[in-house]
């Protein structure tokens, strides 16, 4: 079994500010855990993925994230917000032998203000 | 060139009808995927087809059913529509139906069942 928290459907920031978008996953075997984004209108786009090799893991657009095991926490984070960035940005966990199947979170909206 | 093409982009329909929609991935990727994302904008897998033999059958009404001619191609048929299944659906595709994959999005089809 294996599920996906993402705290605060909402989240607002200023151009130039941190952005911090938290995910929590739980697994019952060992995770694999990616961030998509989704502008409007469009379909999903892989941001990063962590796949058991760094815990930090680069992305595209200045994104990046970490993987606590200890916190069972893949939070995304962007040292420098930008216009475009506001989007909406799904959180999904899969595992092991799951086929491809992914569980996703309820997403998070970013909004940035000018 | 578009990697994942969905057709047609928004679909009106009465209640009772029945509908299709299509899916073309030139990517030359194994799996293909169908998501259903609701108003809420949570996003559910309901079926994957690994090399046109399905693999991931979520608990959907079986008034869906998909079919994959082709490993380029995923078609979803509804039948007897029902207002809930109003919704946006998104075809994805994977180079395997592996758990690490990348999974690369359609733009989506929007249904609405007056």
């Known amino acids: 079994a294996q599920s996906v928290t993402q705290l605060g459907s909402h989240v607002s920031v200023s151009e130039g500010a941190l952005v911090l978008l938290r995910c929590n996953y739980s697994s019952s075997v060992p995770p694999y855990l990616f961030w998509y984004v989704q502008y409007p209108n469009q379909g999903l786009q892989l941001l990063l993925k962590?796949?058991?090799?760094?815990?930090l893991v680069k992305g595209i657009n200045g994104f990046e994230a970490e993987f606590k095991k200890s916190e069972t926490s893949f939070h995304l984070t962007k040292p420098s917000a930008h216009m475009s960035d506001a989007a909406e940005y799904f959180c999904a966990v899969s595992g092991r032998g799951n086929a491809g199947k992914s569980t996703f979170g309820d997403g998070t909206t970013l909004t940035v203000k000018p | 060139d578009t990697a994942v093409s969905q057709t047609p982009k928004y679909l009106v329909t009465q209640m009772g009808n029945d509908k299709s929609i299509k899916c073309e991935q030139n990517?030359?990727?194994?799996?293909m995927y169908w998501y259903k994302q609701d108003s809420k904008k949570f996003l559910k897998i309901m079926f994957s087809y690994n090399n046109k033999e399905l693999i991931i059958n979520e608990t959907v009404p079986n008034r869906f059913s998909p079919k994959s001619p082709d490993k380029a191609h995923l078609n979803l048929h509804i039948n007897s529509l029902e207002l809930g299944d109003s919704a946006v659906y998104f075809c994805a595709s994977s180079q395997q139906a592996t758990s690490t994959d990348t999974q690369y999005f359609g733009p989506g089809t929007r249904l609405t069942v007056l």
């Open positions: 962590y796949t058991s090799a760094a815990t």
């Open positions: 990517l030359g990727h194994d799996t």
